[in-house]
């Protein structure tokens, strides 16, 4: 089936080399990373974690909210949803690679990586997030490619592919779930020290990556004869406003924990994220972003008729995936560094090299969907 | 056969890039590597005797000082027996360098022969640098 | 010889199975072969610890003297890096009120307001930063030293996300050109890991004590084992008010500061 990927016209060839001249820049900036060290990021002694970890985190997101997808289909029968979970598990596979990217431009020592299987240590968190996702790779990869053969020689699948979906479901909560464990486990990170962590990033996870998914979907539409349906866009679009709710309530709950208690801890971050702390506030306008993007989308949402007009349905999807890209991928890892141990505010902004490998790892993980995608959207063009 | 020509042209690549290694390297047969071992801290040495045999400490020196780290880093021990009975202190400075004060000759040599970079010397000060 | 390729051969195996408990109960006994022995002179302890008398600290030094804090960085080939962003430091000072920030009050007696305490890995009973590690580089010794293995270090720097004491820097650079002066007998790091103080687990192990203490002049810093009743550390935690670092968060610091 990989040969569809290699018959495409002059737009799909340009779009890849764009991206391969992005990956390219990236891989660039990361040779004088390992050169010079992590000294080019903006990251510090008291901001050890910045745009890196926290697209990985993000990302996982992205990636376990395939099961929003699968589940519906395999488990309740969903039938809108048979064309489209191909979809969704592809742009896993993609997440879960640039996951690993992202973890692996973030180590100080790269070549050592292979020290977590070494020595495994069941007691950290980052060597099941390893593991997890590892795994998670495999069974979408597996999964996608095999449900999306069988269609082609309209047969249906082996049967042990259904058992893997099934644990592909559980796997999908689960790497979220460890992910969120990375944070939720340490003393002395108040912001990060809450048991709502975990479904706080599920709740995101669940709201972002289908609004993608939906975005992705329409742009298939418009560039191929493959149409996903009005009713599995209109799905995936509940699901979105239904995610995007609970989202936004649980970082009210944060809120108000916070801010009730009145404990200083818990309300320094979040200070710092939305007014500053101390005179230092360089994400506050990320932040505010964030809350007029969320407030925005879920009006369009929200309201029947926005959120069932393809064109307002587009900027709502937009809206929600860059808000929370704002409150996940940037302000959650960074606030939780500040304040430092000795309550002094060091504050963090990417630079420049590093926004450049960042880019260079979103462009690897965009040749990957696109590739797997071309491949899905040939076989369904020809099945039609 | 079907496209028969981009196939084989494909292989000829094929086995030219493999094979890439030898052709490139013809005819330039390097010198073997002769190790110094005649620092004066040796030549003080009543009895010319390493931490093992030296055929031993040729072949496995690599693993040997492995273990040494293991046990001085991870385990806090410092002592190591030797197959003799003699017991010398774990450490690459002070015992190792002791005697091999000479990296250029002693380490590097075969080192840049084989083309192996051991990193020790990324942390541990050479001897020259002392 | 066998053995060790044996024992190559099973480290390969752990990789391909990860194959946990085995592996390490094999790893064991092939280093049984090399019948290490304790160093005869060696400080032995249960739990190693510190206290430091910060009063004895000030008067004598007036709050300039910086004595512990150099003869700690020179020996442990420490970079002197001025971009507070890179610093590494294994033994430093930070005012009170950001040492004890949970003491922070706006009617601190006279005498502690603003003074400087020194400040350095706690050597915790439960220590996050080795619970977090992915690879085990950094660990719990026996003696209750929490020891670094700078070969094994992958920088991921989850130890210092988990360190709630801002004990630990990471090499952002290669450190060697910014030594003023290299020690010859300690290794220096290398970019891309992270470090800390190690409480001097070399010197332990030539029956010396920690640097710190050594040259303290007025003899502020005090260590012994505190499983020990009759150490000095005891004596002074019987007889004197002492406090730690973030009590409540259930790490269990071993450095007492007595005020």
């Not at chain 1, 699948?157 to 099934?166: A, E, F, H, N, T």
């Not at chain 1, 309300?267 to 500053?276: N, Q, R």
């Not at chain 2, 196939?7 to 030219?16: E, H, Q, T």
């Not at chain 3, 009050?105 to 009973?125: M, R, S, W």
Request: aromatic share 10%; with cysteine; hydrophobic share 45%.
């Amino acid at each position: 089936m990989l040969e569809k990927a290699l018959m495409g016209g002059k737009r799909y060839w340009s779009w890849l080399i764009l991206l391969l001249a992005m990956m390219s820049v990236g891989f660039r900036f990361y040779l004088l990373q390992l050169n010079q060290g992590l000294t080019i990021t903006g990251m510090s002694r008291d901001v050890s974690w910045g745009l890196y970890i926290a697209q990985f985190t993000f990302l996982v997101g992205v990636a376990a909210s395939a099961v929003m997808v699968v589940l519906p289909y395999y488990l309740h029968n969903v039938k809108a949803f048979g064309q489209i979970t191909i979809f969704g598990e592809f742009l896993a596979v993609s997440s879960v690679i640039m996951c690993l990217l992202f973890v692996i431009v973030d180590l100080g020592k790269p070549m050592r990586l292979l020290n977590m299987l070494l020595y495994p240590t069941p007691n950290s968190i980052l060597f099941w997030d390893v593991i997890v996702l590892s795994g998670y790779l495999l069974l979408n990869i597996v999964i996608g490619w095999n449900v999306l053969e069988a269609e082609r020689k309209a047969v249906s699948p082996p049967d042990w592919v259904k058992p893997l979906v099934y644990v592909s479901i559980p796997w999908a909560v689960s790497i979220h779930t460890v992910t969120a464990f990375i944070y939720s486990g340490l003393p002395g990170r108040d912001y990060w020290l809450t048991a709502l962590m975990a479904a706080r990033f599920l709740a995101s996870a669940f709201a972002c990556g289908p609004a993608l998914l939906i975005l992705l979907l329409l742009i298939i539409k418009t560039l191929s004869k493959f149409d996903p349906g009005r009713e599995a866009i209109q799905k995936l679009a509940q699901i979105v406003t239904y995610a995007m709710v609970i989202s936004l309530f649980f970082v009210g709950l944060e809120f108000f924990t916070a801010f009730y208690s009145q404990v200083p801890g818990h309300m320094h971050s979040l200070a710092y994220l939305f007014a500053g702390l101390d005179g230092h506030g360089k994400l506050i306008p990320f932040m505010w972003a964030f809350a007029f993007l969320a407030i925005g989308a879920l009006i369009l949402l929200l309201n029947p008729r926005t959120r069932q007009q393809e064109s307002t349905l587009k900027v709502a999807c937009g809206a929600v995936f860059a808000s929370l890209w704002l409150e996940k991928g940037l302000g959650l890892v960074v606030a939780g560094f500040i304040p430092n141990a000795f309550g002094e505010v060091a504050e963090y902004l990417p630079t420049a090299p590093e926004i450049l490998i960042a880019l260079g790892i979103w462009a690897t993980g965009a040749l990957i969907l696109t590739v797997l995608y071309k491949v899905a959207v040939s076989v369904k063009e020809e099945v039609a | 056969m079907y496209n028969a020509r981009s196939i084989l042209s494909g292989l000829g690549v094929f086995l030219v890039l493999i094979t890439f290694p030898f052709w490139y390297n013809v005819g330039k047969s390097a010198a073997a590597p002769e190790p110094k071992l005649d620092t004066p801290a040796i030549q003080q040495l009543s009895r010319k005797q390493c931490v093992g045999s030296t055929p031993y400490m040729r072949a496995n020196h690599m693993q040997l000082l492995e273990e040494w780290r293991t046990l001085a880093v991870r385990e806090g021990k410092r002592v190591y027996e030797a197959a003799d009975g003699k017991k010398y202190e774990i450490s690459l400075e002070k015992t190792c360098l002791k005697c091999h004060g000479n990296k250029a000759q002693f380490c590097d040599q075969c080192h840049n022969s084989l083309s192996v970079k051991p990193d020790c010397w990324n942390c541990h000060v050479a001897p020259e640098g002392r | 010889m066998s053995k060790m390729d044996r024992r190559s051969f099973l480290r390969f195996g752990g990789l391909c199975v990860l194959g946990l408990g085995v592996l390490s109960g094999a790893e064991v006994l092939a280093e049984k072969q090399l019948k290490a022995a304790p160093a005869s002179p060696a400080l032995v302890g249960k739990k190693w610890a510190m206290v430091i008398d910060m009063k004895k600290c000030w008067e004598a030094g007036k709050g300039e003297c910086r004595d512990c804090i150099l003869a700690c960085h020179r020996a442990h080939n420490v970079p002197d890096i001025a971009n507070p962003k890179e610093e590494v430091k294994w033994i430093w000072t930070e005012p009170y009120e950001e040492v004890f920030l949970d003491q922070k009050q706006e009617y601190t007696a006279e005498g502690i307001q603003g003074k400087p305490f020194l400040v350095l890995c706690n050597h915790c009973d439960n220590p996050p930063c080795a619970r977090v590690c992915p690879t085990k580089a950094t660990f719990k010794r026996e003696d209750g030293i929490v020891m670094m293995d700078y070969h094994r270090c992958i920088g991921c720097r989850f130890c210092m996300a988990a360190c709630p004491f801002g004990a630990r820097s990471f090499n952002f650079r290669d450190p060697r050109p910014l030594l003023p002066k290299l020690n010859p007998d300690f290794p220096t790091r290398e970019m891309g890991v992270v470090e800390k103080c190690n409480f001097c687990a070399e010197r332990l192990e030539a029956g010396a004590l920690p640097l710190c203490v050594e040259a303290c002049r007025q003899g502020a810093l005090v260590f012994g084992d505190l499983e020990d009743g009759n150490s000095e550390v005891r004596t002074i935690l019987r007889s004197r008010f002492t406090m730690r670092r973030r009590p409540e968060l259930g790490t269990g610091p071993n450095v007492y500061y007595a005020i």
